[in-house]
């Protein structure tokens, strides 16, 4: 994670360098662990190398609009998900997955990433379908039935981001957020 988080640093400081100072410092061993007790599950090792370098944003502006969570702010989205599916507003519910995903609607082991205004959120799933990998980030949408597999482990969903900057497949918008060439919202009139 390192080398990956070297990378889109480096991009950003010549690039994005108000981004890149929106990172919040990493999180210790201790918070991490906390972390893990209070959802009651073991994060994989990638995830918690990349906590130690980066806990969160202050703002959404490295991942297209998606808020980039701090530890406790995982454990809080967490919760409040984890209270749903506790008072069983999921049970008859079953999703769409497209991937190796579960059907369940939400699943506690899946452990969010980002969040933004609707309540949305790309997740860690520590529990995938067969064919899946533990770490693989999924979607998870609160009205939507549908789930994608967004990168097949946590390493690939920032490698993604790092080789997409390098290619100059991101630019920087009005609101000095990174937004994919294309992407849904890159809405520039040319």
Not at 55 to 63: K, Q, V
Not at 80 to 108: K, T
Request: proline letters at 5%; aromatic letters at 12%.
């Amino acid at each position: 994670m390192q080398q990956v988080w070297e990378r889109i640093e480096r991009w950003l400081s010549r690039n994005a360098p108000t981004v890149l100072v929106g990172l919040h410092d990493g999180a210790t061993a201790e918070e991490i662990r906390r972390a893990e007790g209070l959802i009651g599950c073991e994060f994989p090792d990638v995830f918690k190398q990349s906590q130690i370098i980066h806990n969160g944003a202050r703002t959404c502006s490295l991942l297209e609009y998606w808020d980039f969570l701090s530890l406790t702010e995982i454990v809080t989205a967490w919760n409040l998900l984890r209270d749903c599916y506790d008072r069983g507003f999921f049970e008859e519910a079953q999703s769409n997955p497209r991937g190796p995903i579960r059907r369940e609607w939400w699943n506690p082991r899946w452990i969010p990433l980002t969040s933004e205004p609707s309540g949305n959120h790309l997740c860690m799933d520590l529990a995938p379908a067969d064919g899946g990998q533990r770490g693989q980030v999924i979607s998870w949408y609160h009205d939507d039935a549908l789930r994608d597999l967004v990168a097949p482990t946590y390493e690939a969903w920032w490698e993604q981001l790092a080789t997409g900057l390098e290619a100059g497949i991101f630019f920087i918008d009005e609101e000095g957020v990174l937004i994919r060439k294309g992407g849904p919202e890159d809405r520039r009139i040319e």
